[in-house]
């Protein structure tokens, strides 16, 4: 059975740093992408990238390029997405989600909270 | 970029209608096009892929039509679990998701 799991809820403080995690199972984690989508609070999704976890090729989007930083250790079946300094306005779920034809198979999501 | 636009945003009906959402993509897509289904506090879930291509496990009332820019997505007959947020999302050049079309009852 194809699962990605994703870590735990977060809280942050402005400013601060941080790393989430998906880890796929069930499948060849090696030969398909793994792109990261947002969806704010009471609002819709958002590509932001993706990596190809064989060789970390990792695309962004415009809107997300230099904001995150999307990486993958293929040894562990692992994606992650990171911050280096949150801002309140990164409140938001983030998913991982595997692109086939769509995305077929999602995570759980991981709420990230960012509060002064 | 390529931009989606879903219409309309919000739509009231009740169960037992036909229900249509459409999608604009702001250039050709050709067939890559997936629709998606999220209830509140549940991650989206895949309906239909390559405009038309129902995924396993769909019901048959949701299906899919279209190509280039113009796309819609079909509930033959709504029934109580269908409530929900509807994206439509481009795969042609990388991927975008319409801002969403919630069905609500009427």
Known sequence: ?116 | DIQMTQSPSTLSASVGDRVTITCRASQSIDIWLAWYQQKPGKTPKLLIYKASTLQTGVPSRFSGTGSGTEFTLTISSLQPDDFATYYCQQYDDYWTFGQGTKVEIK
């Open chain 1, 1 to 116: 059975e194809v699962q990605l799991v994703q870590s735990g809820a977060e809280v942050k403080k402005p400013g601060e740093s941080l790393k989430i995690s998906c880890k796929g199972s069930g499948y060849d984690f090696t030969k398909y992408w793994i792109a990261w989508v947002r969806q704010m609070p009471g609002k819709g999704l958002e590509w932001m990238g993706i990596i190809y976890p064989s060789d970390s090729d990792t695309k962004y989007s415009p809107s997300f390029q230099g904001q995150v930083t999307i990486s993958a250790d293929k040894s562990i079946t692992t994606a992650y997405l990171q911050w280096r300094s949150l801002k309140a306005s990164d409140t938001a779920i983030y998913y991982c989600a595997r692109p086939s034809d769509g995305f077929d198979y999602w995570g759980q999501g991981t709420l990230v909270t960012v509060s002064s």
